[in-house]
């Protein structure tokens, strides 16, 4: 079975990257995608032409891999799957702010094993492969890892918008955030990054999709974090996630926020 090398994923964030940087912070054409809850899901041309520059090298190279992604849907069958999000943060994209970024995922078996975040305004990837974790800034290269932080006294903790605290009330994210040292908003997947970089301790959402969370999950476990669903199952298929920065802050925040559950 052919399986992607480290290359491969940075050739597909290269192909991402011309699409997308060059429509940063300029006048898009914007449409809006029905979701449940939301009055505006945006989707841009950059979105769309980044997925399908992505597709069209995988399709090349890997033509028996199943494909889903965020604006396309799924297409083919079989054990390996990529999992793409042209632009994850597609709102902070058009407010001219780089906390969005191209997120790039494979999956064996069901099981997510090798991701990327790119950000080309920033310039870094954040990418994970054969169970390394890295982060390449300009030139400079280093291995990821989470940050030793065991308390929740000593946690930072983030979660993207304070919608989904409102909409999700069985949730003790209000508790949680009072146990922390301190609480932020609106690092969409940027915010998992630092996660695997050591810089925020706790990641909570509420409603993820595939596409948002897959490219995330072995960036994080290879630099020593967790991630899963709020029941302590695998995230691969979304849902409500949380992912820490090691097993101990993990089973320490699930059950402050499933207090009377």
Known sequence: MKLPTADFLHRLADAADRETAARFRQTLETSTKPKAGYRFDPVTEADREAELAMR???????????????????????????VLDP????????LGIPVWGTLIGF?????ATAGMMSQPITRERFWAHRGESWLKTGNATASLRTSACAQLSDAALHTNSPEG??????????????????????GECYAFAMLAAGHIDICV???LQPYDIVPLIPLIEAAGGVVTTFDGSRPENGGRIIASANKDLHAAAISVLMQGR
């Open 56 to 82: 069209a090298l995988i399709s090349a190279e890997f033509p028996d891999h199943s494909i889903i992604g965020e604006e396309y849907g799924i297409t083919g069958s079989g054990v390996c799957q990529w």
């Open 87 to 94: 632009i994850d943060g597609t709102r902070p994209y058009l």
């Open 107 to 111: 999956c064996e078996q069901g099981r």
């Open 165 to 186: 605290v409102r909409r999700n009330p069985d949730v003790r994210f209000d508790i949680l955030d009072d146990s922390v040292k301190m609480t932020r908003y609106g």
């Open 205 to 207: 959402e509420y409603s």
